[in-house]
């Protein structure tokens, strides 16, 4: 027996290391064919501060080649009007208040965070085998059992909140208003005499105070050194600036020292960061396999004048429910999506992840609620109508405040309590928009369709009735 045997061996052998190649090939074709994805997401930008979205005074090549590449949303909706609760959404694919993160933004004494047992972006992709990165402004959590490396990110490098916010209680902050940043543009050394904003690497602080002059620069450079260490498997960065959000700040060597420019001098240096990762896309043959999503987390904070964007043709910005506070400006290019080509259906942040699980067949957790939907066809061209039929609009405290079905959109705005009150608050102004023919949301229609006002307003606490029952709790710190 064993004389007849032994001669077979060796080809056995030959077979099985053959399939163990051909296995392994097979796995490493399927890696090579997922798409990589990489998400832009500014601080505080403006629906008009973008040449392609209509920008008259700032300049920026570098992004308007995404529009001119791929594909332009003119009705691309953040959750709210505020930082932390727009990137719980972006990342959840949940309205803010479905996972807790709904009341206004977290500040360096906050104790409470993104719960690590939400499936984010991050996750979905890094259960594929992506690598993952978040490189830039966090804001769902300064604690460790919070930050990027315990949702899905592989590794972070950024500043935790907001670039305004000092370590470790938020003291001791200069003057603010559109004054106080000239005095602060003037002196460019004052982002390491006036701030002590951290600076993290994974869970660690590794500078105080970040050099903010510098932070959209190291940023972008560590997302090209992550595509390049990756760039032969699937990757995910998340490329959060904390710009222009302010103080604002520059290299000096391309600082306009006039502060009456410093915003249109902060988004083209953006623009031309975003150039250089472009750039390196190109020359390792992963443009067409990659996509490449810019938008940013709520309006412009009007009320810091030329520290701050333009809405444009839209109406009011940071903070609020109109337009202008959460429509935002959105590019996409990617494999698939067609050069050159416009979309105005509604769509949003909370439609990404749900929209990425399409792209790469795979299924959500099943165990989870989430208000995201798939909209790949809208990505893709393919269809011409979005699956999303309404939008609700929550204050940037988490109060439900809106909603938008169709073409119209509906605010019931309640008057802000005044401590000590004694007498009835005044009943809520009501607006009614007609979106299609009014994007400035100039014309109030309320009286005209009381019909309309009293349908939407029961559809939006419905809404906002099921998100209550079944919301999630975020993460808390003990003590």
């Known amino acids: 027996m064993t004389s007849r045997t032994a001669p077979d061996q060796p080809r056995n052998q030959l077979l099985f290391s053959i399939l163990l190649a051909t296995l392994a090939l097979a796995a490493s074709l399927a890696q090579a064919a997922k798409p990589n994805f990489i998400i832009i997401f500014t601080d505080d930008q403006g629906y008009g ?56 933004v977290l500040f360096p004494a906050s104790k409470k965070g993104l719960n ?21 402004k966090w804001h769902l959590g300064h604690h460790p059992e919070v930050l990027p490396t315990s949702n899905g990110f592989d590794t972070y490098y950024g500043i935790p909140y907001s670039n305004d916010m000092n370590h470790p209680d938020n003291k001791g902050k200069p003057k603010g208003g559109a004054d106080g940043m000239d005095i602060l543009w003037n002196d460019p050394e004052s982002t390491l005499t006036k701030w002590k904003t951290p600076l993290f690497e994974d869970e660690k602080i ?34 959060p600036h904390s710009m222009p959000h302010i103080p604002l700040y520059v290299p000096d060597e391309v600082r306009d020292p006039d502060p009456k420019n410093a915003y249109i001098n902060t988004i083209e240096h953006i623009d031309s960061e975003v150039g250089r990762l472009l750039g390196v896309l190109d020359e390792l043959k992963l443009t067409e396999n990659t996509f490449v999503i810019y938008t940013t987390d709520n309006g412009p904070w009007l009320s810091f004048k030329h520290h701050g964007g ?22 996409m290019r990617g494999p698939g999506i067609p050069a050159g080509t416009v979309c105005d259906e509604l ?16 299924p959500l957790p099943s165990g989870k609620k989430i208000d995201g939907l798939d909209v790949s066809g809208l990505w893709m061209g393919t269809t011409e109508k979005s699956p999303r039929k309404e939008f609700v609009h929550y204050t940037s405290q988490g109060n439900l405040e809106g909603i938008r079905q169709g073409d119209w959109k509906l605010l019931v705005k309640k008057p802000r309590a005044r401590r000590n009150q004694r007498v009835d608050p005044e009943p809520p102004q009501i607006f009614l928009f007609d979106l299609s023919k009014d994007m400035g949301e100039q014309n109030n229609l309320a009286e005209a369709h009381p019909e309309v006002v009293t349908a939407l307003r029961e559809r939006m606490e419905v809404l906002d009735g099921e998100i209550t029952e079944h919301a999630r709790a975020p993460w808390r710190k003990d003590g």
């Open 310 to 331: 333009s809405a444009g043709p839209l109406r009011e910005g940071k903070g609020t429910t109109f337009e202008g506070g959460q429509r935002v400006p959105c590019l």
């Open 206 to 239: 590794v500078e105080l105070p970040v050099d903010q002059r510098t932070v959209t620069r190291r940023c972008t450079q560590k997302a090209i050194d992550f595509v390049k260490a990756h760039r032969d498997e699937p990757f995910f960065v998340y490329l």
């Open 49 to 104: 501060d973008l040449s392609c979205f209509g920008s008259k005074t700032i300049k920026t090549p570098n992004i308007d080649r995404l529009a001119a590449e791929g594909r332009k949303f003119t009705s691309f909706m953040v959750a709210s009007p505020v930082c932390t609760p727009s990137r719980a959404a972006l990342l959840t694919a949940c309205y803010p208040k479905r996972v807790g993160m709904h009341q206004h």
């Open 116 to 136: 690590p047992d939400e499936h984010t972006i991050a996750d979905h992709l890094k259960s594929q085998g992506y690598a993952t990165a978040c490189f830039g």
């Open 347 to 362: 769509t949003g942040t909370i439609d990404v992840l749900p929209t990425i699980a399409a792209i790469t067949d795979t």
